[in-house]
């Protein structure tokens, strides 16, 4: 079956302790992105990777690093997390930029 | 920036009665794609539209769209209470090639 898959789906974790969200697709896409959503701000794109070793800045980079050194995989770190990046998670891949997305069923991140 | 804004924010309909859901956006785009979202979960596609392209059918779902005014709009007709979603437009391509920038989103609901 085609899809995006994250994990973990829920975590909560405290201000400053480095996480990974994983985020991997079974489609062979050359596009993968990241998003947050948060009421009242619809999703906004953290990061993207046209392909492998590509990546590019989003609309709200700060405080997020991602690398993509398998086409398949593009994981999403927190560095030094902190209560701002309490958010709703979502990953998706397409075979490129242009074409509709594959969304992940999200990560529910809470930093407190 | 988010680039689309949507209107309405919220739509509240009867089971059989249309829908329809508006779009802007402000810079060139190489297309147009309209996402629903059930709450809290990830975004299916609905439809892409491009920007050479003036209107599109699938299905109860018909899209339009207008680059001389950088807009589009989501018709979806004979709705269902399934149909209770948030839904979303989303602009690819453009000046920001590899950027995908969405709207705020349409909040419907469809009484039975």
């Known amino acids: 079956e085609a899809q995006v898959t994250q994990n973990p789906r829920y975590l909560i974790t405290v201000t400053g302790k480095k996480l990974t969200v994983t985020c991997s697709q079974n489609?062979?896409?050359?596009?993968m992105s990241w998003y947050r959503q948060d009421p009242g701000l619809g999703l906004r794109q953290i990061y993207y990777?046209?392909?492998?070793?590509?990546?590019d800045k989003g609309d709200v980079p700060e405080g997020y690093k991602v690398s993509r050194k398998e086409k398949r995989n593009f994981p999403l770190i927190l560095e030094s997390p902190s209560p701002n990046q309490t958010s709703l998670y979502f990953c998706?891949?397409?075979?490129?930029?242009?074409?509709?997305?594959?969304f992940g069923p999200g990560t529910r991140l809470t930093v407190t | 920036s988010q680039q689309g804004e949507e209107d309405p924010q919220a739509l509240s309909i009867q089971e059989g009665e249309n829908a329809t859901m508006n779009c802007s956006y402000k810079t060139s785009i190489n297309n147009l794609q309209w996402y629903r979202q059930n709450s809290g979960r990830g975004l299916v596609h609905l439809i892409l539209?491009?920007?050479?392209?003036r209107e599109k059918h699938s299905g109860r779902l018909r899209v339009t769209l207008d680059t001389s005014k950088k807009s589009s709009s989501l018709l979806i007709t004979a709705s269902r209470a399934a149909d209770t979603a948030s839904y979303f437009c989303?602009?690819?391509?453009?000046?920001?090639?590899?950027?995908?920038?969405f709207g705020q989103g349409t909040i419907l609901t469809v009484h039975p």
């Open positions: 489609m062979n896409h050359e596009y």
């Open positions: 989303a602009t690819a391509g453009g000046t920001s090639y590899g950027k995908l920038t």
């Open positions: 990777s046209m392909n492998v070793e590509v990546t």
């Open positions: 539209i491009r920007s050479n392209e």
């Open positions: 998706a891949s397409s075979l490129t930029a242009t074409y509709e997305q594959y």
